[in-house]
């Protein structure tokens, strides 16, 4: 059907071009919880400033009747479609990023699934988790526990006894340590549709929707006009910094402008500063670019190192198992396998005297 000539073919683009949007968001949701805690932070990086971005034109252009992506991106637009558009609202804003946060958030939970079938795995080959049967020992035997290790023992302990609702508890809630949670879960082989369904609905409906609402909120006008205010009444030098800054920002998106085809230098004449805060916006923007590669070099760095630990890991576990092996080798020595040899007589010693005879020379032979 794609490459059949036909009035479908728009239809077909239209869904390649939003499947593959929606795709790229859960790619970036996976590459962020993926990699027990070296993932790529995608909400900051990608999914927070774009929704920063949509909240801002929408308050610049007044409603949210503008495309999010394509070549008309965050452009307002004229004409009876911008005036019968609905006002920019919490409710409008949210409605026009919700599908990408929870998209995120989705693959936020796909993400978890590698640790938990790891666990799973070793639970079911005897192995079990190490790291849980450490504290453990640790514990029983009197040892003193670091804030981490008790931190560590009350995860398991409470994923342990409370399941689904204790899974869903720590994916809802910003949690560096739910690697943890899938390796526990997998440890006491936790069935997959209670571990996936509690994680998909903490990560993708609560986690992912309260960071959104967040992100909107903070950039909202009232928001922005109630933090500038406080500025103003603190330090009128930070308030017209701050101002500054934002008039920037709403320069360099597109939809800042009411017209569609304005281009930023024609927006930044409106801004105070010209082509200086165009410059000024170029600098920023290098910044951000060279902390968005410094973090995609620790984040490749951060895996290749856990290949290593994983590879090096394995490599100790063989060598230990073949010292066991070597050590519990019998040794006992059949009776067959001994034979008897005669001893052969002693030569005698050309000191001796001839037989008959006495001699007052000891001579010591074999120690006798």
Wanted: glycine content about 10%; charged content about 10%.
């Amino acid at each position: 059907m794609h490459f059949v000539s036909g009035p479908h073919i728009e239809k077909f683009h239209q869904l390649d071009a939003w499947v593959g949007w929606h795709s790229y968001w859960v790619m970036l949701g996976v590459l962020s919880s993926i990699g027990l805690g070296a993932g790529l932070h995608t909400f900051v990086l990608f999914l927070g400033p774009h929704i920063a971005r949509v909240t801002l034109t929408a308050y610049e252009c007044a409603h949210t009747a503008f495309p999010v992506r394509g070549p008309n991106a965050f452009q307002c637009g004229t004409g009876a479609a911008a005036a019968a558009a609905p006002p920019a609202t919490f409710s409008a804003i949210l409605s026009m990023v919700i599908f990408e946060s929870l998209c995120w958030g989705a693959g936020t939970a796909i993400g978890e699934l590698p640790p938990y079938f790891i666990a799973r795995a070793a639970s079911a080959a005897g192995q079990g988790d190490i790291e849980y049967q450490r504290l453990r020992r640790k514990a029983a035997g009197g040892g003193s526990l670091s804030v981490k290790d008790r931190a560590l023992l009350s995860i398991y302990h409470l994923l342990h006894r409370f399941g689904f609702a204790g899974i869903l508890v720590f994916a809802a809630i910003p949690n560096p340590l739910f690697d943890l949670a899938g390796i526990t879960c997998g440890h006491f082989k936790v069935p997959f549709w209670t571990f996936f369904g509690a994680t998909f609905i903490g990560k993708s409906l609560v986690k992912s929707s309260i960071q959104t609402a967040v992100v909107i909120t903070a950039f909202s006008k009232e928001m922005i006009a109630m933090v500038l205010s406080f500025l103003g009444h603190v330090s009128p030098w930070a308030h017209d910094l701050a101002e500054h800054l934002l008039r920037q920002q709403a320069a360099a998106f597109g939809g800042s402008s009411a017209h569609g085809d304005t281009s930023a230098n024609e927006r930044a004449e409106h801004v105070p500063g010209g082509s200086e805060s165009v410059s000024s916006l170029s600098l920023l923007g290098s910044v951000w670019n060279a902390c968005v590669s410094i973090m995609l070099i620790y984040f490749v760095i951060s895996t290749l190192e856990t290949f290593a630990q994983s590879y090096l890991a394995e490599v100790r576990s063989w060598g230990q198992n073949q010292l066991a092996k070597v050590g519990s080798r019998p040794r006992s020595i059949s009776s067959e396998s001994i034979t008897t040899v005669a001893p052969k007589p002693l030569p005698l010693s050309p000191l001796l005297p001839p037989s008959g005879q006495k001699s007052s020379t000891a001579i010591k032979v074999n120690g006798a």
